[in-house]
């Protein structure tokens, strides 16, 4: 370890002159062998053989290793000549730690011998002054004593070893490069690494590849040596090849075999061609020996177009499949052997040589198998499977006399026969020995006719009576008054089957005996009980659905009235019956769900709900006369409820019937004389039949007893279609006298005053009071405000400004509006589309960036922003507004529009039909979907999205409400509004 000097702080703190750290210890450094490498630097000697100080001083200094001998010689030559140079001022300093004593030498206490040299007189000390008191100033003679005498002498005989053996490593180099030959291989190529720093990069890619020059490269290779076999081992193997070829467990001839010795491994298998031949002639025997022994004339008949197409699609067995052949023959005789009667034993044995392809082998085990195990049916009729036919009626004919209650021996006998005479023979026969078996019953029932038939289930109900097959069969085929017996012995022998007395109800309803239904279910359903038979609610809400599909709606409503109710507590009546109605609806079964709802109608007849379920039932599935008796039963039952009463007058409007919805009305004002639907109803229908002085009469009279703010609104309608703008105009204030947050009448004040009236100032200054009135009642409605802005926009056409102006106005107002109504997609889209229609289209596109990043989910927003965009950029926000509203009916609008646009009629019927599923409220997205099918699709598509379109009756969409409120449309119907919005896109689209 070594100290820094810290500075000077004092004279204890200040080292001596000539002092250096650790000296007098002993701590000088020292390199290894490991640390110089091979090349060392040679010590210079003298004459005499001891190294001189200058030269061990130079040398030391010079490389800075060595012994530790040389070192300490190097460092006192260093410290003598730092003291020489301060000998000058060496007496005028004082010692910091005082005068020394006498004959006081530094570092003999430490074992410091200090550097001597011998004369003549002995060792003495380094004379001069300016070695006195230094850690290197001479010493007394008895103070260097013989051990440090040895110790030099030693160090030196090392260092003398250590030079010899260097100078005979290095005798062949050249004395005059010795210093640069003898350095380490490193230094020699550093000045060649330093300029690898100049070398650019297309140089060192120029630096060609080392190549592979070993041996292994440069030696030949050997050609492949194949070595002549002998006549005996070629015999030997074409006699194995024809034992495989027969069945053996040798390989096959003409399949992959590995090559004798005579091939090198590198060639691998080898196909034996020349054994090809004698195989196909060993499948072609085969084959000709199973169509003799098949033929049933012993004569063999082969088809020679297809023969050679079978014989080359044979699968020729491997080496592999015919061990596992041979294994499980072993092991299958071992079964047989250890249990001899077990059956499947003989007909697994049977079933591997059939699929070894050795039938007759086969056929002889099976045979073997019946002698052994004649018990067995299984056994009988493998064996007549593996026979031809003549011989397998032989087979089944002893089966028979040997196992005559074998119901599958005679199925599979008659099932061999060709003729149904001799089939009913066989089957006939069959009964005689087993007189219970209702399989061999029904496949001789089968064969017959109708009279036949009916004399076998005759005797058939007697010899099996818990069929219930056979007692519904023959009572299907007797007559109604012999059926009614047939059936009411079932039922004495069959008390606790149900699909006996349902049977009995069908009969019942076949004849059209209505109440026998309903009283032959209910004493079946006692009965039942009565005898114990368990049967569910939903096995009879089953059967009732079973029933319905049969064409039995009677016999269905009789067993849910007697059954729907069973097991369903009180307080969840309704709630069960409803969830009962819907799953029968979706499973198609109208009449089960309909007598559902009638049964929980008959016990609940104030549930709004479930009338409404029954009315739309009707609606859907049902007839007009039957929608009608709903709809009088429910306004009977719940008299205040306007819906029923409205809908009923609807309908016989609907259906031409103006009086008779007259009456229905007049009795529904006695039943809610103040009810603002009714009125509205009775004021409509006499509307639309152009009884305008009735229409006018009754809207008087609704405005004295039951005042709203929709009676004056409709009033005023009525006498703007008359073309009496000034007295619609003061029913509006009288109604927004009454009611002044009502925002729609001040929108049609606006709209009388700027549209109705002549364009002057003065018909501006009224809309602009009527809009200027509602927005301070009404300042969250938008509809107002997208008004007013319209209108300031327009004063050109009221010769009260110039259009600049105006536009300057209403972007004001919408400013305005949008401080008032903060993230209100409505207000931004309409000041997008008033810079566009003033030309400032790159405001309308900052409009649009701050829209979307106050409101980025808004559809009506993303939409605007992909039909307003580039045709480059459409795509990509296509794709953008699809993730941020994927299910918004106005942007798959407008992705189908693109569709469309590009002539890809196939994705954009399928965007379009997608947003009309969405929202079919929705009347821009089926007005565009129809536009569509005028252009792209055909007559029949066309009138399917029409008739689609009037079921769905669309009330909302900006295009549509405002073509479809307009006066002059005002009273067509959805077909004609739907062509006159669909013509306006395609107008629109001509423009554009």
């Known amino acids: 370890m070594s100290f820094r000097p810290r500075g000077s702080r004092g004279g204890a703190n200040q080292a001596p002159k000539g002092y250096i750290p650790g000296l007098g210890r002993g701590a000088a450094g020292f390199v290894t062998q490991s640390d110089i490498g091979p090349a060392r630097p040679k010590s210079t000697t003298t004459a005499d053989g001891a190294g001189g100080d200058d030269a061990a001083g130079s040398a030391a200094a010079g490389s800075g290793t060595g012994s530790r001998a040389a070192e300490l010689r190097a460092a006192k030559l260093a410290m003598q000549k730092m003291q020489k140079a301060q000998s000058s001022s060496a007496a005028a300093v004082s010692a910091p730690f005082g005068v020394a004593p006498a004959g006081y030498v530094a570092g003999a206490g430490r074992g410091f011998g200090g550097s001597t040299h011998t004369d003549n007189d002995g060792p003495t000390g380094s004379s001069g002054p300016a070695m006195e008191g230094s850690l290197f100033s001479g010493k007394d003679e008895g103070q260097f004593d013989d051990d440090d005498d040895e110790a030099d002498r030693i160090y030196n005989a090392i260092d003398e070893r250590m030079s010899s053996k260097r100078r005979k490593h290095n005798n062949g180099n050249n004395n005059s490069n010795n210093q640069s030959s003898s350095s380490a291989i490193g230094d020699q190529f550093r000045e060649l690494k330093e300029k690898l720093a100049d070398v650019t990069e297309d140089e060192w890619a120029a630096i060609p590849d080392v190549g592979d020059h070993s041996l292994r490269h440069k030696q030949k290779r050997r050609e492949d040596v194949f070595t002549p076999l002998t006549d005996s081992l070629l015999e030997s193997r074409s006699k194995l090849n024809a034992d495989a070829s027969a069945g053996g467990q040798n390989a096959l001839a003409g399949t992959a075999q590995v090559m004798d010795g005579a091939a090198t491994p590198a060639a691998g298998f080898r196909t034996n061609l020349s054994g090809l031949a004698e195989a196909r002639s060993t499948v072609m025997s085969m084959s000709l020996d199973k169509m003799s022994a098949d033929s049933a ?519 305005l509006a949008r401080l008032k109504n903060q993230k209100n997609p409505e207000l931004w889209v309409e000041a997008i589309r008033l810079e566009r229609r003033a030309g400032n289209d790159k405001l309308a596109i900052s409009l649009m960036a701050r829209a979307l990043q106050e409101i980025p989910s808004s559809g009506l927003l993303l939409a605007e922003n992909i039909t307003t965009s580039p045709r480059v950029e459409q795509k990509s926000k296509s794709a953008d507004a699809i993730k941020r509203c994927p299910d918004d009916p106005r942007v798959i609008t407008a992705v189908a529009s693109l569709f469309a646009a590009e002539r890809k009629n196939d994705k954009a019927r399928k965007w379009f039909e997608r947003a009309v599923v969405l929202d079919p409220d929705m009347g821009d997205s089926w007005a565009k979907l129809y536009a569509f099918e005028l252009v792209a699709g055909t007559k029949e598509t066309q009138d399917k999205v029409k008739e689609r379109c009037i079921s769905a009756e669309p009330t909302h969409g900006e295009l549509w409400c405002k073509i479809v409120k307009t006066v002059s449309n005002r009273r067509k119907t959805v077909a004609e509004n739907l062509d006159a919005v669909s013509q306006s896109l395609r107008d629109k689209m001509r423009l554009h």
């Open 297 to 815: 004339s012993g004569q063999t008949t082969v088809d020679p177009k297809g023969y050679l197409t079978s014989l080359s699609s044979t699968n020729i067995a491997s080496a592999a499949d015919v061990g596992d052949v041979n294994k499980a023959r072993l092991l299958l005789k071992s079964v047989r052997d250890t249990n001899p009667k077990h059956a499947p034993g003989w007909i697994a044995a049977a079933r591997v040589e059939e699929a070894a392809g050795k039938t007759a082998q086969a056929r002889k085990l099976i045979m073997e198998g019946c002698e052994v195990c004649p018990d067995s049916e299984d056994v009988w009729l493998e064996s007549a499977r593996l026979h031809s036919q003549d011989q397998a009626k032989t087979i089944l004919a002893a089966a028979a006399r040997r196992m005559p209650n074998a119901v599958k021996i005679y199925l599979r006998a008659a099932d061999l026969e060709h003729h149904d005479s001799t089939k009913k023979a066989v089957l006939r026969k069959a009964l005689e020995a087993n007189p219970n078996s209702v399989t061999l019953w029904k496949a001789a029932i089968e064969l017959e006719d109708a009279d036949d038939a009916r004399v076998l289930l005759s005797v058939a109900v007697e010899k099996v009576p818990h069929s219930v097959e056979m007692w519904l069969a023959l009572a299907r085929l007797e007559t109604y008054d012999n059926a009614r017996k047939v059936l009411n012995k079932a039922r004495k022998h069959l008390p606790t089957e149900r699909a006996v007395w349902i049977a009995a109800a069908k009969l019942e309803e076949s004849q059209n005996h209505g109440d026998m239904v309903d009283r032959i279910i209910d004493k079946a359903v006692r009965s039942l009980d009565k005898h114990d038979a368990v049967v569910t609610r939903a096995q009879w809400l089953k059967e009732a659905e079973a029933a319905e599909a049969s064409g039995a709606p009677l016999t269905s409503t009789a067993i849910v009235k007697c059954t729907v109710g069973r097991g369903v507590d009180e307080e969840d009546r309704q709630r069960t019956w409803a969830d009962d109605a819907n799953a029968a609806l979706s499973r198609n079964a109208v009449s089960t769900a309909r007598a559902i709802l009638a049964h929980s109608l008959s016990s609940l007849p104030t549930k709004r709900s479930l009338w409404l379920q029954a009315v739309d039932l009707e609606r859907k599935h049902g007839t007009a006369s039957s929608l009608d008796e709903v709809l009088a039963a429910a306004s009977e039952r719940l008299p205040r409820t306007e819906i029923f009463w409205l809908v009923r007058a609807k309908e016989k409007w609907l259906a031409g019937e103006v009086d008779t919805s007259r009456s229905i009305l007049t009795e529904a004002f006695k039943a809610n004389p103040d009810s603002e639907p009714v009125w509205l109803a009775a004021i409509k229908l006499e509307w639309e039949t152009g009884e305008i002085e009735r229409a006018r009469v009754l809207l008087s009279r609704a405005r004295e007893r039951a005042p709203t703010a929709r009676i004056f609104m409709k009033s005023a309608l009525l006498e703007r279609e008359c073309k009496r703008p000034d007295v619609a105009l003061d029913l509006l204030e009288e109604g927004l006298q009454k009611y002044p947050a009502f925002a729609k009448m001040y929108m049609m004040g606006g709209q009388i005053c700027s549209e109705d009236l002549p364009k002057n100032k003065d018909s501006l200054d009224k809309a602009r009071k009527f809009y200027q009135r509602g927005l301070q009642k009404c300042p969250n409605n938008v509809v107002l405000w997208c008004l007013a802005s319209q209108l300031e926009e327009s004063v050109a056409d009221y010769s009260a400004g110039s259009a600049s102006a105006g536009v300057t106005k209403a972007r004001s107002l919408l400013e």
